[in-house]
C-alpha cells in the first residue's frame, strides 16, 4: 500500500539538529546515576542499577515494579527538577559527546534532530519497528513529556566542518561532564553555544543525510507524539516505517541520492525528496505546547521548510549523530530466544530442511557458526551446541516475499523470519513469541535453559549489507542490527515541559 504524506505536519528542509536546554545530573559520581539503553537492560540489570544509587536514571526509562509505571516516572523526574537532583543548563547548546575506552573512540553531536518521515527521505530507517515497544515507548514519553535517552544516527560528514568541530572540541577544550563507567569506557561532554559555531555546524549537516543505527521505536514514537500534537490523532498508529512507493498529495517529487560510508565504501542511497505546494496545509494543529527547550537566538535558519509554521517541541526528539566515515560504527548481533520451543522440538523440525551438525561445547559451535556460508544459526539450551548450514533453497525460495531484493533476501535475519521460524517451526518472529538477546550469546544460551526453550545465536549482519538494503527503501526485520557503541543513557536528556521547576 502506497504510503500518504500527512499534510498536517511540518516538512523540514534538510538534517536539522537544533540547541536544547540540556537536563543533567548534579551529582558526583555521574556514572552511578546512568545505565544503557533500556532495551539492554535485565531485571539483574535494573537491580544493580537501583543498588548504584537512588536516583539512577533507570527509575525514569524502566519505571516501578513491573518498569512500565509512567505516572512514576513522571513524578520521579518532577521531584528530581525541584530538588536539584537533575538541573537544566541555562544556555541551549549542541553537545560534544565522547565515548572512548579500550578499542572504542567515538564522537558526535547531541541535539534536537527535526523529525521528518521516511518519505523525506532526510532521516532514513532500516528496520522494521514492533507495536509493542513503540506503545510502551509512547506512554513513557507522553507522561513524563520527556525524551529521556538519545536515538543514534549515522551521517557521511566526509570531513566536513561539523566533524572538524567536533574533534576540535573534544581535543582542546574542558568537558562539562565526564563519566567512566564499570567498562572501562570515559564518557565527556561538552556544549557548543557560540551563534557562530552553531551557524557553522547546521550549515554543514542540513544537506546530509542521517540512517538511524539504534532507537527506531523511540523514532517512531517521536513521529507518533508529533501527530498527536499536530494533528490530534492518538495511539501508535502510522509509526510503521513503509516500505512501498510513497505518494503525497499535492506535491512534486524528485529523486535525489546521498550516502553514508562504512570503512570499506560508501553506499549511495536514493531518497524521495517531497516539496508540497500547498505549504499552507501543514500550518494547522501547530503545537501550543511551550518547551524549556525552546530555539536560542541564533543564526540558524528555520528547521522547517514551510513558511510561517513556528516549530514546537514535539516537532524534534533526542538524537546523538555520529559522522560514520570518522568513527565507523561496531554492528553486533541480536540473538533469539523461543521459551515455547523445547531444543528436541526444534531439531526434529530443521533436520526436514537444513543440515544440523553438532558440536560439543557452545564455544566449539559459535567458532563453526562464524566460519559458515550462508544463513545459518545455532541452536542451544546448555553445553552443547547444534548448527544449522545449507537450507534447502526451493523451500527457502518459495518462503520468501517474491517483491523483495536479493540482498534482503540473503540476511541471516530475512531467512529466520520468513522461513525458519513460520515454516519450519510454525510461529511468527514477534515480541510475544520470541525474546530478544543483544550481542550475549551465553546470557541467551541461559535464558533458553531457563524457559525450557531453545536459544537461537546468530552472526552479525555486514554493515554494508544494511545500508544497501535501506538504500533501496527496504527494511530489514526487527531487531537485525545492535550499531555500537550505543549512547550512555542519563548523559543529558531534554525534558519539553512548560518549566522545569514543576509545581504538583
Given at each position: 500500500m502506497p504510503f500518504v504524506a500527512n499534510p498536517e505536519l511540518p516538512v523540514p528542509d534538510g538534517l536539522v539538529l537544533r540547541p536544547f536546554r540540556g537536563v543533567r545530573f548534579t551529582v558526583d559520581d555521574l556514572a552511578a546515576?546512568?545505565?544503557?539503553?533500556?532495551?539492554l537492560i535485565d531485571e539483574a540489570g535494573v537491580r544493580d542499577l537501583l543498588d548504584a544509587h537512588p536516583n539512577n536514571v533507570v527509575r525514569l526509562i524502566l519505571p516501578g515494579t513491573d518498569r512500565h509505571r509512567y505516572a512514576e516516572a513522571r513524578e520521579t523526574l518532577r521531584q528530581w527538577l525541584s530538588s536539584g537532583v537533575l538541573a537544566a543548563d541555562e544556555t541551549p547548546a549542541v553537545y560534544v559527546y565522547e565515548q572512548s575506552g579500550p578499542e572504542t573512540l567515538q564522537r558526535g553531536l547531541i541535539g534536537d534532530v527535526g523529525l521528518a518521515g521516511p518519505e523525506l527521505g532526510i532521516v532514513l530507517p532500516h528496520e522494521n519497528v514492533m507495536p509493542g515497544p513503540v506503545a510502551d515507548r509512547l506512554a513513557l514519553m507522553r507522561t513524563t513529556e520527556a525524551n529521556l535517552e538519545p536515538i543514534f544516527l549515522l551521517y557521511d560528514?566526509?570531513?566536513?566542518?561539523?566533524s572538524r568541530l567536533v574533534d576540535e572540541v573534544a581535543t582542546t577544550r574542558s568537558p562539562l561532564a565526564e563519566a567512566r563507567t564499570r567498562d572501562g569506557v570515559r564518557h565527556r561532554l561538552w556544549a557548543v553555544t557560540d551563534p557562530d559555531e552553531l551557524a557553522v555546524l547546521d550549515a554543514d549537516l542540513r544537506p546530509r543525510q542521517a540512517l538511524i543505527a539504534d532507537g527506531h521505536h523511540r523514532y517512531a514514537t517521536y513521529l507518533a507524539l508529533q501527530r498527536e500534537h499536530r494533528t490530534g490523532e492518538t495511539g501508535t498508529a502510522?509509526?510503521?516505517?513503509p516500505d512501498g512507493p510513497i505518494t503525497t498529495p499535492d506535491a512534486s517529487?524528485?529523486?535525489?541520492?546521498?550516502?553514508?560510508?562504512?570503512?570499506?565504501?560508501?553506499?549511495?542511497?536514493?531518497?524521495?525528496?517531497?516539496?508540497?505546494?500547498?505549504a499552507s496545509a501543514l500550518t494547522s494543529g501547530a503545537s501550543a505546547v511551550t518547551a524549556s527547550s525552546a530555539t536560542p537566538a541564533v543564526s540558524v535558519s528555520p528547521p522547517v521548510s514551510n513558511a510561517g509554521v513556528e516549530p514546537g517541541p514535539w516537532d524534534f526528539g533526542l538524537a546523538l549523530l555520529v559522522d560514520s566515515s570518522a568513527y565507523?560504527?561496531?554492528?553486533?548481533?541480536?540473538?533469539r530466544v523461543i521459551p515455547g520451543l523445547p531444543l528436541d522440538e526444534a531439531l526434529a523440525g530443521a533436520r526436514n530442511s537444513w543440515q544440523v551438525r553438532e558440536h560439543a561445547t557452545l564455544a566449539a559451535g559459535l567458532a563453526a557458526l562464524e566460519k559458515a556460508d550462508g544463513p545459518a544459526y545455532l541452536l542451544s539450551a546448555g553445553d552443547t551446541a547444534y548448527l544449522l548450514t545449507d537450507p534447502d533453497p526451493a523451500q527457502v525460495e518459495q518462503a520468501m516475499p517474491p517483491d523483495r531484493s536479493a540482498g534482503w533476501r540473503s540476511l541471516n535475519t530475512s531467512v529466520l523470519a520468513e522461513f525458519l521460524l513460520p515454516k519450519v517451526w510454525g510461529m511468527d518472529d514477534d515480541e510475544r513469541t520470541v525474546r530478544i538477546v543483544h550481542h550475549d550469546p551465553e546470557a541467551a544460551v541461559r535464558l533458553a535453559r531457563q524457559t525450557g526453550g531453545t536459544a537461537v545465536l546468530l552472526r552479525p549482519l555486514a554493515v554494508d549489507d544494511v545500508l544497501a538494503v535501506a538504500a533501496r527503501?527496504?527494511?530489514?526485520?526487527?531487531?537485525?542490527t545492535s550499531f555500537g557503541p550505543k549512547p550512555l543513557t542519563g548523559m543529558v536528556l531534554r525534558t519539553l515541559m512548560r518549566e522545569h521547576n514543576i509545581r504538583p
Open positions: 546515576v546512568t545505565s544503557p539503553p533500556y532495551d560528514g566526509a570531513g566536513g566542518a561539523a502510522g509509526t510503521t516505517v517529487v524528485t529523486i535525489s541520492h546521498t550516502s553514508i560510508t562504512t570503512p570499506d565504501r560508501p553506499i549511495t542511497a536514493s531518497h524521495t525528496a517531497v516539496t508540497t505546494s500547498d565507523p560504527p561496531d554492528l553486533k548481533a541480536i540473538h527503501g527496504e527494511r530489514v526485520p526487527r531487531k537485525s
